[in-house]
Nanobody, 122 residues
Framework: QVQLVESGGGLVQPGGSLRLSCAAS????????MGWYRQGPGMQRELVAT???????NYADSMRGRFTISSDHAKNTVYLQMSSLKPEDTDVYYC????????????????WGQGTQVTVSS
């Protein structure tokens, strides 16, 4: 099995910054994509940013320029540096990983973390 554990959420004032981390562990051969999504009450989960193993990034338009995604392959960890935070960024942020579990199994498996709350408020 695979576990994703997020950390770094919390309360921050508008205009402030936070850094989220997500570490994957367990039956992992190769992580191909990691990403962050967010979800508010009664809302659909939406893309924040993704990063491929090769370092190609993709951002939602509203986050581009304020958020930066990065990863550390050796640690199976993905980060999200969030700056210039706004009250509308308040959400639960989820980490997702798409990975290959063993050399002999070429299927791609998707896993989600449990989520971390980010609250932007004065």
């Amino acid at each position: 099995q695979v576990q994703l554990v997020e950390s770094g959420g919390g309360l921050v004032q508008p205009g402030g910054s936070l850094r989220l981390s997500c570490a994957a562990s367990g039956s992992i051969f190769r992580i191909n994509v990691m990403g962050w999504y967010r979800q508010g009450p009664g809302m659909q989960r939406e893309l924040v940013a993704t990063i491929t193993r090769g370092g190609v990034t993709n951002y939602a338009d509203s986050m581009r320029g304020r958020f930066t995604i990065s990863s550390d392959h050796a640690k199976n960890t993905v980060y999200l540096q969030m700056s210039s935070l706004k009250p509308e960024d308040t959400d639960v942020y989820y980490c997702k990983s798409v990975l290959q579990r063993s050399p002999g199994d070429v299927r791609q498996y998707s896993y989600w973390g449990q989520g971390t709350q980010v609250t932007v408020s004065s």
